[in-house]
């Protein structure tokens, strides 16, 4: 039982290592390559915990050649569109002013009701109203509006708009983010007052704050 512990573990932390040093990109939505090798780095790691008798080095190994694979091809991808179209392949336009392209559907083996469930998820129902609907490498479907079913903007209806601002935790679940804290400019001081403003006895009766740029508080105690 030990031995087989020990193996999990050791198995467990080199495919977590491979994975996070890929990049983030692969703990999305996987390209086809990506797919390749963690679906093969999942079967490698399983065959040496199946087996005790097999060494661990046999299940190590090949991980790290496809993790170097994996690393030298995405290297080669930045530098070479060719091998890229050819690893990735390229996105395909679905949709074009309102038309469904039926050869392109037929080539991608994309179904009517597998577009029509894509457009719902995305809040439309009605192909009339995209100029343009594009297959991603990804297998995600992206869709540009026709200019007079988009949503009119602040600037197009000459209101003035506010920016977004990003907001930090300043709390989470009772504990201070002091880090957060210096990076906006305040301190342990400020947000006791903040606090007593709000009726709250100490951080730890808080779920969560948030401080955004512009200086907006959100606050939820942990009773809600």
Not at 171 to 197: A, F, T, Y
Request: charged letters at 25%.
């Amino acid at each position: 039982m030990a031995i087989i512990f020990i193996r999990t573990v050791i198995l467990y932390f080199a495919i977590l290592i491979s994975m996070r040093l890929m990049g983030k990109r692969q703990l999305g939505e996987l390209e086809i390559s990506e797919f390749i090798v963690a679906a093969l780095i999942a079967d490698l790691a399983a065959t040496p915990l199946q087996d005790i008798g097999i060494p661990l080095l046999n299940g190590l190994l090949p991980i790290a050649i496809m993790f170097c694979l994996e690393i030298i091809i995405a290297g080669l991808n930045l530098k070479c569109i060719r091998l890229r179209k050819f690893t990735y392949g390229k996105p395909e336009i679905i949709i074009k002013n309102g038309k469904i392209d039926r050869e392109k559907m037929q080539r991608n083996r994309f179904t009517i009701d597998e577009l029509m469930q894509e457009l719902r998820a995305q809040g439309q129902s009605d192909a009339s109203q995209i100029a343009y609907a594009v297959l991603e490498t990804n297998g995600q479907l992206s869709i540009i509006l026709k200019s007079d079913s988009q949503p009119a903007t602040a600037g197009q209806l000459s209101v003035a708009g506010q920016d977004e601002c990003y907001a930090h935790i300043i709390i989470n679940d009772g504990r201070i983010l002091d880090n957060n804290l210096r990076l906006l400019g305040r301190d342990r001081r400020w947000l006791v007052n903040e606090l007593r403003r709000r009726n709250i006895s100490g951080a730890e009766d808080v779920y969560i704050l948030t401080l955004s740029d512009s200086g907006s508080i959100f606050c939820q105690t942990r009773e809600g």
